[in-house]
Structure formats: structure tokens, C-alpha cells
């Protein structure tokens, strides 16, 4: 049993099959790529996960509890942090605030009407927001605006972010997109690293060849909503179901 | 029956003016992306393009009549308006009487030009800014229009009848074996409402200038990249909204006679109308006109009113609340319009 | 002491002597000189601005924060104005009751409107929230005040009649709203030299109550609360997707709200036992707005400045008239000065609203941080004449941590 268990999700948007019968097992403490090429179904699949939608048919199951219906909030409580394609974080607050607010996510819960102590007062995060900062290589930056990070900063960040909660599974999609090389090869020694440092899973969605074997332990081939095959990424490399769905894209 | 059908058709001239200020609002919206609260101004305007006509009109010199005495036994000073004097005394009479149809020739550029100044002048600057800063801007800029309209026309309301041929009612009920008397002058502006709905509408199904509109509207980036100016249409667009509320107004001035606040009260109507329509969409903000402007007219009759005192007042606003709150997109919005 | 750090200790601290003072401040021309017309240092005009003051913090700690653009805080204000009222036709005098119940009522009705409105957001909650405005203006105006259920007295407004019960209304008591005894009308005007100072009963009582609210506001800007709202603001979707559910933290930032619009509706009241529908007319909402967006929406300060600003204005704006426009401009040339006046008529007297809109554009055009964003400019100039080759300082202040 993995995980995350994904059985017979169907995704149907009017005549389009975007899912098709999709199964899926991720085990822990492994990360999990699932490549494909566009209109695969990729971002669909992911946001079946996280709650953004919700499949016709079948079952996702993170740890034994059913996510469908819920909302990414309760999802995100469940423990599965998302990490989006462009960063998504707070661009009016600064890098500490950014990194307090999943911190107060993870100790008092969805909401909690704390109004009358300060931020000042609340060591505990501070001191955890802060240790999380340290661990991104980030803490020298923690009074920057956050939206004037540069587009590694903020991806790292984000990534922050999402471990600052501990989550049990961590979804990162298409975390270099639109990144410079320097900027991409950064990205992947940090998620290395946090591969190797922490108890995580990883499941990732990628385009980038490149950053798909320098991590994925399982590979998920992803073609008209329908996963192909599933394997090591030694034995995907030179599958020719996959070479096939590449070359008739580009074809 | 005829009960219900006169209540019909007397939501029909109300629900014209609000299907009307929706479809410019929702041009506007829908096109530029902009919340226009100045478009009640805009309507106000154009009422007080007809009362301006008209003064203008009745501009008169004196004379002094020798022939016929006041009762003081002095002579009998004569004011002649000058178009009497230069076209004659009926044709001159006539110009005066048909004033307020008259003020549409007139309202046409003055309107166009008041949206031109307003887009390129000030929305202009707003495409890329919050919508709370569209909203507040555009509510500053009315605010100034109808304090500059008060100021120069006071603040009661200002009598603007329609020609004497139009004047008076008619009974309508009787090509169906009916009775039903209703004011000619309101079937007049449902006509006109109709006919202006259908000019829009036909032009934007029809020619290319509609088409690159219509795309724009569901898709502006795209639009963009073919190269095609788009923010040059929607300037043009915007003058046309503005024309639309104006001469929306025009007409509007003998059913109410215009105050310099009647653009504020239309507009928050209008937007609820808008909204319960669906944003975005223009038949939407049409039908929604209608059939809200025919609700609270059946909510204005004795029964209704007796029943629950002061329902007219409000059903607008119940109806807006439970549609959102069933109907989050409205009648007939689109999705992924205005839903972040 | 209080909770807070220095800097907002001494913010805390200078609101409180402006307020404390402002009978000295506000009345700085001697009573007989020509310019003790730019007095602002009587009563009723001293209340208005706490009361205002009030009324625009509490919308700030919504829009300011949240984002969340109401154009229906009027109706808060108005039900508040109205359970006041209610509390001295049926118990007494006494405000402290009034005030309680005012907040509270004020505080039920926004959470139901809230509750509905909050489903949407953006421009559909601005909307929204203009509809159930109107709805309660037009419920107050007719629907509320018919012979069998007269709750609030319609056109002419609702105020305390000699047949009301008034149960809890004693023998000595003031028949005016007081405070124990104390009525709210009653002042000492202190008089030095040529000038005249008013210390009235009331304005003391609200500058009081505004403090209290300002202080509030202050811990609730810098809690963890007003972090998730300021995040709120920033990007709805990472909250969800950070484990936080935003609808609650947005309801009870607009239940806040609306209970200090309630809270100023009351006060209003307290002051003038009269509660009428026209408190309650959306322009009246666009008011708090443009206070709020004049002053600085998000800043601490700001709407304190903006209420007052244009509590102050209004007031002198409204009493320019020709004579007195001739009176300044006297030393012209008579073409000249007729000129003059002529130009600047429209803009006095009656025309104080055309002012008022041209100034809330030029605002939201130039200047989107409003008085406390243009002072922060002005003073960074300042500094970088000052500091000409040295080091450039910026404008912006050191965020709020």
C-alpha cells in the first residue's frame, strides 16, 4: 500500500477525456515523477489530488482517508503540500511573514481567531519560521519583500514553505518551469537534498527530462490522460511506448 | 388578465432603462475589464442632454405687442422663442414641442465624445489596477459629474415632457380584444430600448468590428497577439456604451423627470442587474433588465404592497441575493469571469 | 504596558493627546477674529470627527487588510444608530446600555450579511454588499415603519417620545442621554484671553471610546489574526493550499467591522437620540470609503486622518459663501476679485461635494496610499535634500513584523 492511492479516476471536461482510468500508487519515502506531454492530463491529475477538482468517478486515497470532496484546505491538513508551476506566495508580506503563516497553518489549525496577542509573542513559530529560513539558505533575506525575490528565491521559498508544515507528501508541479539553467540546477540539489535529509514523498509533475532522472526513484508515464506505464527511470528511458508518446508530439 | 399584463408592460419601460445601463455596464465590463460606477452618471447625462435641448430651444426675445394690453392696461410684452422667429411659428413650434426625440440627434457626439475623453483620459490608466481602484476612481468621477450637473441645474427635478402627438395613452389592449390603457410615450421607449438592444446586438454579430469585440471579450491576450489593435475597438466600444446609457437617458426624461441624482439610483440597480444576469454576459444583462423591471412592477401593485408593505422597495435586491446564492454566475454567466 | 512595541506605543500615544487636546488644538483664532471661522473646536463637530474616526478604523481593519471592498458599512452604522435608540425609548437615558446593544446588534447583522456576502469576492462582494445596503436603507426608510410593526419610524426618524416606557429612567436623571447623570450635552467652555475653549461631555466620552478602538485595532494589526488577513489579501489560493480556511478569517474580520460601524452608529446616537434612513444610503458607505482610502487604507493612522480630514473640510468647505470669498479676495482689482470668486464658487459652499469627489480621484489617481503614503513621500524628500551625496534613504517604512 502506498501512500497515495489513486484508483479509477475518470476526469471528463464536456467531450473531452481529460482522465481516463487512472491508477496510481505512491510509496512513502520514495519521490514519484510523473512525466508526460502536454494535454497528458498532468495538472488535472494533480488537481484531483489537492481538491481543486473533483473526478467523475474512482477513488484517491491519501493514507487511508478518502480526499475527494474535501477542501485543499482539509487536504492540506491531511498533510499533502502543494507547491504550484509559478510560485504562489504572499508577494505583499516578507520572507518571515511568508514563512510564519504555514507555521501558525500547522499549530492552530484552519482558522483560529488570535487577535490580541502580537506576532512579536509567538516565539514558537518564530523560532520555527526561522530554523526553516536557515535550512533554505534564505535567512539573510528574511525582511525582503517577498515579491522582490528573484524566480529561484521564490520557487525556494515556496518549497519552504510547504516543509515548514512537515508535510507527509509534498506535490511540486513543473517546479522549474520557466527557470534559467543555474537557477533549475539549484531547485534540484535543494529537493536532493530534502529527498535525503527528511521522511518525505515526493511526488513530482515535470516536463524537464533533466530534473526527472536526477530525482525520481518511480516514473508514471502520462499519455491522453492515461498512464502508459510505470517503472525505474532506467528501465523508462528506453521504453519505446514512451520514445513513441514523445516523438508523436513533436512529431 | 389584463391585470397582469398591464403590470407586464409596466415593467417593461423601467426594465428597458435598467437592460439598457447593464448591456453598456457589461460592454464595458466585458470588453476593458473595467466596473464602470460612473455609468449612471453617463444615463444622467443624457437626460440632461434632452433638458438642455430644450432650454435651448425656448431661448426667446421680447417684444412689446401693442395691440393687446395686460390687465394693468400696459402694453403686452411677447416672448417669441428665436426658432419660432427663424423657422416660422409652427415649424418653430414643432422644434420646440418634438425636443426631447430632437436631443438624441444632439446626444449621439455628445456622448461619444464624453466616452472617448472618459476612456483614453482615465480608464485608460486603470486596466492594469485593482478593480476596488476602478470602483473608487469611477465613483469619485461620478460623484463630479452629477455635483457639476447639479450646479448648473440645481437639484429638483427638471419637467421634460414628450412631443404632444406622443403624450397622453392609448389602448393597447385592443388589437388583442382587450382593455388595457397604457401612456404612449412609455411603449415608445420600450420600442426604442428594443431597437437599440437589436442595433447592438446586430453589430456585434454581424460586422468585423463586432466579431474582434466579441473575441476580445472571451479571450483578450490571444486577440492581442494576432495583431490586431484591440485597445483602439474598445476605446470605441467604450464611446458606444456611453452612447447607449445616454440616449437610454434622453428618452428616459419625460417617463422621470431628470434630477442630477437619478444616474446614482439607476446605477446600483443596474449592477445588481448585472450581476443576476451573469457578468459577462449581454443577453444575460438584457433578459435580467427585463424580467427584473416586470418583478418589481408586479411587487408595486396595491395587493403586493398591502401584503408586505414596501416589497417594491426591496424585491430587487431579494431576488439578486437568492439568484447569487443558488446561481453563483448568474442567469446566464460564463465561467471564469471575474472568478479569480 | 498594553502589549505594544515602541513605535505603536508612541502612535497610540500621540492619538491620544491630539484627542485629548483637541478642543485646545482645534480652536487656535480667537472668537472674534476673521479667522475663527476655520475653528473646528465646537461639540458637534468634535464628535463627528471620534465618531467618524471610529467608524473608518473599523472599516480599515476589513478593506485595509482583506481587501475586501464593502460599499454597505452605512447599514451597520444605521442599525447600531437605531438599537440605541431603542435601549432609551425602552430602558433609559443611560448610554451604556445603548452603546451594548448597538454593537451587539450591529454585530449579528453583519455576521448574516457577511455570511452571505463573503460567498463571492472581488467585485461581487462589493455588489453584494451595495445590494443588502439598499435592501436595509429601503427596509429602514418604508418596509420597518408601517403602523403594525413601527420599527423604525420611517421618513422621519426614530427618536424618544413622553409616552415611551423608558422603565429603567430615573426620577433626577437628565432627559437627554447621559452617563450616569452625566448628560452628554453638557459643557464648559473655558475662556483665555480672547479665546474660548469647549470641553463638552460627550466628545470626551467618544474620544475615550475611540482610543479604546484604536488600541484594539493596533493589537488586531499586529496579531497573527491581521497577518492570515493581510494574507487574505495577498493570495486567497496559497492560503487554501497552506491549510487555512479564509472564509472565517474574512467573516470575522468583516463581523469586526461592522461592529465598530455599529459602535459609531450608537455613539451617534448617544449624541443625538435620533436615528434616521439616510444614515444608511450607500453614498454613506462611499464616505467611510473614501475616509479610509484618503487617510491610507492599511495604515494604522490613516483613516483617523482621512475621517478627520474630511469631517474638517466639509464643515469649513460647506460655510465658504460669496461674502466671504469677496472678503479674502478684497485686496484684487474689482474685475479681478470677481473673477476670482467666480472660479472658485462652484467648489464652497454647496459645492463642497464636487471637491470632494475631485479629491477622492485625484487620490486613487496619484497618491493610492492616500495622506499617509503622500506625508511618507514628502518626508523622504525631505530627507534626501537633506542628506544630498550621502546615503539614499527610501521611502518606504520597515514593514511591520
Known amino acids: 500500500m502506498g501512500i497515495l492511492e489513486v484508483k479509477g479516476v475518470n476526469k471528463r471536461f464536456g467531450g473531452l477525456q481529460a482522465l481516463g482510468d487512472v491508477n496510481l500508487s505512491v510509496a512513502e519515502n520514495t519521490v514519484h515523477a510523473i512525466i508526460g506531454p502536454n494535454g497528458a492530463g498532468k495538472s488535472t491529475l494533480l488537481n484531483c489530488l489537492v481538491g481543486k477538482l473533483i473526478p467523475d468517478t474512482g477513488s484517491v486515497m491519501f493514507d487511508g482517508q478518502s480526499v475527494l470532496g474535501r477542501a485543499p484546505y482539509e487536504i492540506n491538513q491531511m498533510g499533502i503540500s502543494r507547491v504550484f508551476q509559478t510560485p504562489e506566495i504572499f508577494g505583499d508580506l516578507t520572507v518571515m511573514e511568508n514563512m510564519m503563516i504555514p507555521c501558525f497553518a500547522k499549530r492552530d489549525g484552519a482558522f483560529e481567531l488570535n487577535a490580541m496577542p502580537s506576532v512579536g509573542s509567538q516565539k514558537d513559530i518564530i523560532e520555527r519560521a526561522e530554523s526553516v529560513l536557515e535550512d533554505m539558505n534564505m535567512a539573510d533575506k528574511r525582511h525582503m519583500h517577498s515579491a522582490s525575490l528573484s524566480r529561484g528565491d521564490k520557487r525556494r521559498l515556496e518549497i519552504g514553505m510547504c516543509l515548514s508544515q512537515e508535510p507527509r507528501l509534498l506535490l511540486l508541479d513543473e517546479p522549474t518551469a520557466g527557470m534559467a539553467r543555474a537557477d533549475t540546477n539549484n531547485t534540484i540539489d535543494l529537493l536532493k537534498q530534502i529527498k535525503d535529509e527528511r521522511d518525505i514523498t515526493i511526488a513530482i509533475i515535470e516536463h524537464d527530462m533533466h530534473v526527472v532522472f536526477s530525482l525520481a526513484e518511480r516514473i508514471t508515464v502520462l499519455a491522453q490522460g492515461t498512464p502508459l506505464v510505470e517503472d525505474t527511470p532506467e528501465n523508462i528511458k528506453g521504453h519505446p511506448k514512451v520514445r513513441e508518446a514523445y516523438l508523436g508530439e513533436s512529431a | ?340 | 504596558m498594553f502589549g505594544l512595541d515602541k513605535k505603536d506605543k508612541s502612535l497610540l500615544a500621540i492619538v491620544a493627546i491630539l484627542t485629548l487636546l483637541a478642543p485646545f488644538i482645534l480652536n487656535p483664532f480667537p472668537t472674534d477674529s476673521a479667522m475663527a471661522q476655520f475653528n473646528a473646536g465646537y461639540p458637534d463637530l468634535m464628535q463627528r470627527f471620534v465618531i467618524f474616526g471610529i467608524f473608518a478604523v473599523g472599516f480599515n481593519i476589513l478593506f485595509g487588510l482583506t481587501g475586501y471592498l464593502s460599499f454597505g458599512h452605512a447599514a451597520f452604522l444605521g442599525v447600531g444608530s437605531y438599537s440605541a435608540v431603542w435601549m432609551f425609548k425602552l430602558l433609559s437615558y443611560n448610554i451604556i446600555p445603548a452603546i451594548i446593544l448597538a454593537v451587539i446588534i450591529a454585530g449579528l447583522f453583519s455576521l448574516l450579511i457577511g455570511f452571505v456576502s463573503l460567498r463571492r469576492s472581488g467585485i461581487y462582494f462589493s455588489i453584494l454588499t451595495l445590494a443588502f445596503a439598499q435592501m436595509s436603507f429601503a427596509l429602514a426608510y418604508s418596509v420597518l415603519s408601517n403602523p403594525k410593526f413601527n420599527l423604525t419610524n420611517g421618513e422621519t426618524g426614530l427618536q424618544v417620545y413622553n409616552d415611551d416606557p423608558q422603565i429603567l429612567q430615573g426620577a433626577n436623571a437628565p432627559d437627554l442621554p447621559h452617563l450616569f447623570g452625566l448628560s452628554m450635552r453638557s459643557t464648559y467652555t473655558m475662556e483665555i484671553g480672547p479665546w474660548a475653549f469647549d470641553f463638552n461631555a460627550g466628545y470626551y466620552v467618544c474620544a475615550v471610546i475611540m482610543m479604546v478602538a484604536f488600541y484594539l485595532a493596533i493589537r488586531i494589526f499586529r496579531s497573527p489574526f491581521g497577518m492570515m488577513l493581510r494574507a487574505v489579501k495577498s493570495n486567497q489560493q496559497r492560503m487554501n493550499y497552506t491549510g487555512l480556511n479564509t472564509r472565517p478569517y474574512t467573516l470575522a474580520a468583516f463581523v469586526i467591522s461592522g461592529m465598530y460601524a455599529g459602535l459609531a452608529g450608537g455613539l451617534m446616537a448617544a449624541m443625538d437620540p435620533l436615528a434616521g434612513a439616510e444614515r444608511m444610503q450607500w453614498t454613506a458607505s462611499g464616505e467611510v470609503v473614501l475616509m479610509t482610502i484618503l487617510g491610507g487604507a492599511g495604515t494604522l493612522i490613516g483613516p483617523v486622518l482621512g475621517a478627520g480630514f474630511i469631517k474638517y473640510f466639509e464643515n469649513i468647505f460647506s460655510k465658504i459663501n460669496d461674502n466671504v470669498l469677496h472678503g479674502w479676495f478684497a485686496f484684487l482689482p474689482d474685475g479681478l476679485e470677481d473673477f476670482v470668486v467666480t472660479i472658485i464658487h462652484p467648489f464652497v459652499g454647496k459645492g463642497w461635494h464636487l471637491t470632494l469627489g475631485l479629491m477622492f480621484m485625484m487620490v486613487v489617481i496619484f497618491l493610492p496610499g492616500g495622506l499617509v503614503e503622500g506625508g511618507q513621500r514628502l518626508a523622504a524628500w525631505v530627507r534626501g535634500k537633506r542628506n544630498k551625496g550621502k546615503d539614499k534613504t527610501t521611502g518606504k517604512t520597515e514593514p511591520a513584523e
Not at chain 2, 492581442?224 to 440616449?247: C, E, K, P, Q, W
Request: charged share 10%; aromatic share 12%.
Open chain 2, 1 to 340: 388578465m389584463d391585470a397582469i399584463l398591464l403590470q407586464i408592460l409596466n415593467g417593461l419601460d423601467k426594465g428597458s432603462a435598467y437592460a439598457l445601463i447593464a448591456l453598456g455596464l457589461t460592454l464595458i465590463f466585458g470588453t476593458l475589464g473595467v466596473v464602470n460606477f460612473a455609468h449612471g452618471a453617463l444615463f444622467m447625462i443624457g437626460a440632461f442632454c434632452a433638458v438642455t435641448l430644450q432650454r435651448v430651444l425656448n431661448l426667446s426675445f421680447e417684444t412689446i405687442d401693442e395691440t393687446q394690453k395686460d390687465f394693468l392696461g400696459n402694453p403686452l410684452k411677447v416672448k417669441t422663442p428665436y426658432v419660432e422667429a427663424w423657422f416660422g411659428p409652427e415649424a418653430g413650434a414643432w422644434i420646440i414641442d418634438w425636443a426631447v426625440p430632437l436631443a438624441l440627434v444632439i446626444a449621439i457626439p455628445i456622448m461619444l465624445l464624453v466616452g472617448y475623453v472618459m476612456e483614453r483620459g482615465l480608464i485608460k490608466h486603470f486596466y492594469k489596477r485593482p478593480h476596488a481602484d476602478q470602483i473608487l476612481v469611477t465613483f469619485g468621477l461620478a460623484i463630479v459629474m452629477q455635483e457639476i450637473v447639479k450646479y448648473f441645474f440645481g437639484a429638483n427635478p427638471i419637467q421634460t415632457p414628450p412631443p404632444d402627438a406622443l403624450n397622453g395613452v392609448a389602448n393597447v389592449g385592443m388589437l388583442i380584444g382587450m382593455d388595457i390603457v397604457y401612456p404612449v410615450w412609455r411603449i415608445v421607449y420600450f420600442c426604442f430600448a428594443t431597437l437599440i438592444i437589436g442595433g447592438i446586438f446586430a453589430f456585434l454579430q454581424f460586422t468585423t468590428f463586432g466579431m474582434v469585440v466579441r473575441a476580445g471579450m472571451a479571450d483578450r491576450e490571444t486577440v492581442g497577439l494576432l495583431g490586431i489593435n484591440i485597445d483602439r475597438r474598445f476605446t470605441i466600444m467604450f464611446g458606444i456604451a456611453a452612447a447607449v446609457a445616454g440616449l437610454a437617458g434622453v428618452m428616459y426624461g419625460p417617463i422621470n423627470p431628470p434630477n442630477y441624482h437619478m444616474g446614482m439610483d439607476f446605477l446600483v440597480l443596474s449592477f445588481v442587474v448585472v450581476v443576476v444576469g451573469g457578468m459577462g454576459s449581454l443577453p444575460g444583462a438584457v433578459l435580467a433588465g427585463f424580467l427584473l423591471g416586470i418583478l418589481e412592477s408586479f411587487a408595486s401593485t396595491t395587493w403586493a404592497t398591502t401584503t408586505i408593505p414596501g416589497i417594491n422597495q426591496i424585491i430587487i435586491y431579494l431576488v439578486a441575493i437568492i439568484v447569487l446564492l443558488t446561481r453563483p454566475r448568474g442567469l446566464m454567466g460564463r465561467k471564469g469571469v471575474m472568478e479569480e
